[in-house]
């Protein structure tokens, strides 16, 4: 096999979510895989600790048909706010809870299952507490049912920005629970599931700490990652020439491996593996095993490369084979 192997740990997954759902208490919980599940595999992680969870939330209508498929039978919240008749009529069809953010996704929603997603500040997705009245009007008079209303922290570790984007969901909360009382109302990540409290309100939506990884401000204490990668050994050269991948070496080399990984697998060029710049498809190193593990602590990893943990996560499974261990 050429391609690099990520090994996903799901017991690792399955004891983070426990640990996830000690802190959220009696919120319900909902299972961030979207994006693949940050490149852990939607299907199989989903699959793997549906028992556990509430519902899952995806990005687009086509990673919730994907779970379907899968046979996954919760809830499962799209947060992309509909654009299209042909959104609406797959969440339908695939029976996926749709998100709406204002009046013209109100519309697109008619008799579909809704959430109503309130801007508190990401300015992201969302409608002001302004145009309530307007959406929760145009989704009565099309039959949709509404079954909640969120927002998402921007800024969590900064108290103000948190307290101020807190009470601004209130007045949403207030409006929308006036015209529908069962509404369950979810303004908290997972950082906000950290902070507790009062943040946690009826719901709680979790998908970096679950990979086993806090969002930053946050502590990884009580996590476990649950992704590594490995490169396979493709050559080693007893005899070196001078160089070591592109550019000129840094040393004088008495061996150097070739192993079967480089940046069109989700590394980045700019942060080497071993000697020399990043290639491709390969990277060079004066290892010599079989397989070499590149990538374990996704954090550690983003801090080279000057990004965050979630980016790391979603792009250094782009080629590999996935093998899972619980």
Same mark, same amino acid.
């Given at each position: 096999?050429?391609?690099?192997?990520?090994?996903?740990?799901?017991?690792?997954?399955?004891?983070?979510?426990?640990?996830?759902?000690?802190?959220?208490?009696?919120?319900?919980?909902?299972?961030?895989?979207?994006?693949?599940?940050?490149?852990?595999?939607?299907? *199989? %992680?989903?699959?793997?600790?549906?028992? =556990?969870?509430?519902?899952?939330?995806? /990005?687009?209508? !086509? +990673?919730?048909? &994907? $779970?379907?498929?899968?046979?996954?039978?919760?809830?499962?919240?799209?947060?992309?706010?509909?654009?299209?008749?042909?959104?609406?009529?797959?969440?339908?069809?695939?029976?996926?809870?749709?998100?709406?953010?204002?009046?013209?996704?109100?519309?697109?929603?008619?008799?579909?299952?809704?959430?109503?997603?309130?801007?508190?500040?990401?300015?992201?997705?969302?409608?002001?507490?302004?145009?309530?009245?307007?959406?929760?009007?145009?989704?009565?008079?099309?039959?949709? *049912? %509404?079954?909640?209303?969120?927002?998402? =922290?921007?800024?969590?570790?900064?108290? /103000?920005?948190? !307290? +101020?984007?807190? &009470? $601004?969901?209130?007045?949403?909360?207030?409006?929308?629970?006036?015209?529908?009382?069962?509404?369950?109302?979810?303004?908290?990540?997972?950082?906000?599931?950290?902070?507790?409290?009062?943040?946690?309100?009826?719901?709680?939506?979790?998908?970096?700490?679950?990979?086993?990884?806090?969002?930053?401000?946050?502590?990884?204490?009580?996590?476990?990652?649950?992704?590594?990668?490995?490169?396979?050994?493709?050559?080693?050269?007893?005899?070196?020439?001078?160089?070591?991948?592109?550019?000129?070496?840094?040393?004088?080399?008495?061996?150097?491996?070739?192993?079967?990984?480089?940046?069109?697998?989700?590394?980045?060029?700019?942060?080497?593996?071993?000697?020399?710049?990043?290639?491709?498809?390969?990277?060079?190193?004066?290892?010599?095993?079989?397989?070499?593990?590149?990538?374990?602590?996704?954090?550690?990893?983003?801090?080279?490369?000057?990004?965050?943990?979630?980016?790391?996560?979603?792009?250094?499974?782009?080629?590999?084979?996935?093998?899972?261990?619980?």
């Amino acid at each position: 096999m050429q391609k690099t192997i990520s090994v996903i740990d799901l017991g690792a997954i399955e004891r983070n979510v426990k640990y996830l759902k000690s802190l959220a208490g009696k919120s319900r919980f909902f299972a961030v895989v979207k994006a693949d599940a940050y490149g852990h595999g939607a299907e *199989r %992680v989903a699959l793997h600790i549906e028992r =556990l969870v509430d519902g899952f939330c995806v /990005a687009i209508t !086509e +990673e919730g048909a &994907a $779970l379907r498929a899968a046979g996954v039978t919760a809830p499962v919240l799209v947060f992309t706010p509909l654009t299209s008749r042909d959104d609406a009529l797959a969440a339908q069809f695939y029976g996926l809870t749709v998100t709406v953010n204002g009046v013209p996704s109100a519309r697109l929603a008619a008799g579909l299952d809704c959430h109503i997603k309130v801007n508190t500040g990401m300015n992201r997705y969302g409608c002001s507490v302004e145009e309530l009245p307007a959406v929760i009007a145009t989704l009565k008079e099309g039959g949709a *049912r %509404v079954g909640g209303v969120y927002s998402h =922290l921007y800024c969590p570790q900064n108290e /103000a920005a948190r !307290e +101020e984007q807190y &009470a $601004l969901f209130m007045r949403a909360k207030g409006a929308v629970i006036a015209a529908y009382p069962n509404a369950f109302c979810h303004l908290s990540a997972s950082a906000g599931t950290m902070l507790g409290g009062k943040f946690l309100l009826g719901g709680v939506r979790c998908g970096i700490a679950m990979y086993g990884y806090a969002p930053q401000g946050f502590s990884n204490e009580g996590l476990s990652p649950a992704l590594k990668v490995c490169a396979r050994r493709v050559q080693t050269c007893a005899f070196v020439p001078r160089g070591a991948g592109y550019g000129f070496a840094r040393k004088n080399y008495k061996k150097l491996t070739a192993y079967r990984l480089g940046y069109a697998d989700g590394f980045l060029r700019g942060a080497p593996l071993g000697e020399g710049n990043l290639c491709m498809d390969a990277f060079i190193s004066e290892d010599d095993g079989e397989f070499k593990e590149v990538f374990f602590a996704a954090d550690k990893y983003a801090a080279r490369c000057g990004t965050i943990s979630y980016e790391v996560l979603c792009s250094v499974t782009r080629r590999s084979e996935r093998v899972y261990v619980v």
